[in-house]
């Protein structure tokens, strides 16, 4: 467990770099995951042309989440 702990703080310190919140990666992946079956399901094909505004749509909407939660906490 010593020699995995300087690892796992490595690998903490890149995550809270890049994504910060758990939340955020969450909703960016099912984002993702949604635009990704937009462009390989063929029935879902008529969305193709708003794929741009439902990124930033849930993009807005995770952000939002996480600012509510920070500013609603009781954790201050």
Do not use: C, Q, W
Request: no cysteine; hydrophobic share 65%.
């Amino acid at each position: 467990m010593v020699v995995l702990r300087p690892i796992l703080n490595a690998i903490k310190a890149v995550y809270n770099f890049i994504v910060g919140d758990m939340i955020i990666l969450v909703g960016i992946l099912i984002a993702f995951i949604l635009l990704a079956l937009i462009y390989t399901v063929s029935a879902l094909a008529a969305l193709r042309p708003f794929s741009g505004f439902i990124l930033i749509i849930a993009a807005l909407v995770v952000l939002i989440a996480t600012l509510s939660r920070e500013a609603y906490s009781r954790h201050r």
